[in-house]
């Protein structure tokens, strides 16, 4: 258990771990069967349900799967990665491979390293070099994706570029990893878009313009300000006290200084953890608090939260 917690509270969340909630880990067995169940369910009542209500299920759906996989990839509902791997990697958000993501996750935990560009690969800053090389329009862009709308409706369509840009770079150079992973996504991927245009009332290119890069723009807003450059490590990782629908959509992702420190905690136990040392937490993010994404949404929907450089990487 981590040094910083008292005795007391390591031993609430020993308790909590062998709870049979936390042994059995039905919760998330619960919510797995139920997403699948569910995606399954929206395609093949497609042509009952419409096509807009249809996508309208669809897109909280995929949000909540890409929530599903982060858990998987820390360890839940089982021990064994390459389980949860099967489990997790059906593409229902079409772009990023389970693979990829989970590699390029666990660097980004490396607390140390947060939010330096360059180093943590969820980083979305500019060091003072990347700053001067970019250009008038690149730099809009940057400040765009600095406002709540400016992310929400540009982040996945940059983010979904930097992955095209980098992967076609491994693939060009060769890399035995990469070529096996876009080939193995690259086939369950055609195997679920050939099941949607058979079975669905979706075409495909809706599905993979009207369904997945809208999930990934509701994942963005979670993203948004999970970090921020400071220069205490335990400081740059935000508690952000939302409510429902974005903890369930998020899965509790949302107090996120407390995954960090505890990243093998179920998403089901975060709030009771948070909840029984709420000052503590506070104190350990060094007031880094927000009340909602409600707040966020009204003082920075058109205004930069802070600035796209990194102010001392």
């Known amino acids: 258990m981590s040094n910083y917690l008292d005795e007391t509270h390591s031993l609430e969340i020993e308790a909590l771990a062998q709870t049979l909630t936390a042994r059995t880990e039905w919760p998330t067995w619960l919510l797995l069967i139920g997403v699948y ?54 593409p229902f958000a079409v772009w990023y491979p389970y693979t990829l993501y989970r590699n390029c996750h666990l660097v980004h935990h490396n607390d140390e390293d947060l939010t330096v560009p360059g180093v943590d690969p969820e ?23 600095k406002t709540v709308l400016g992310r929400f409706l540009l982040g996945s369509p940059l983010a979904l570029w930097k992955l095209a840009r980098n992967e076609f770079r491994r693939l060009r150079q060769g890399q035995r990893q990469a070529w096996l992973m876009w080939l193995s996504h690259g086939t369950v991927t055609v195997l679920m878009l050939t099941f949607i245009a058979h079975y669905s009332v979706l075409p495909v290119w809706h599905y993979v313009v009207l369904v997945s890069v809208p999930a990934l723009s509701v994942a963005a807003i979670r993203s948004y300000y999970e970090h921020r450059p400071h220069p205490q490590p335990e400081q740059r990782t935000v508690l952000n006290e939302a409510a429902w629908p ?23 136990l975060l709030p009771t953890v948070y909840r029984a040392r709420r000052e503590q937490w506070v104190a350990r993010s060094g007031g880094f608090l927000v009340q909602g994404y409600g707040q966020l949404i009204g003082r920075h929907g058109l205004k930069a939260i802070d600035s796209p450089r990194h102010p001392f990487a």
């Open 37 to 90: 169940a569910g995606w399954f369910t929206v395609m093949l009542g497609s042509h009952w349900l419409g096509l807009w209500l249809s996508t309208a299920l669809l897109i909280p759906l995929v949000t909540l799967w890409m929530s599903l996989q982060h858990e998987l990839l820390h360890g839940h509902p089982t021990r064994f990665n390459a389980l949860n791997k099967v489990l997790g990697y059906a």
């Open 123 to 145: 980083s979305r800053y500019l060091n003072q070099l990347q700053w001067s090389a970019s250009s008038p329009f690149e730099r809009t862009l940057h400040w765009l994706t």
């Open 246 to 268: 974005w903890t369930w959509l998020f899965l509790n992702n949302n107090l996120h200084l407390v995954h960090h420190d505890l990243p093998k905690l179920p998403w089901y």
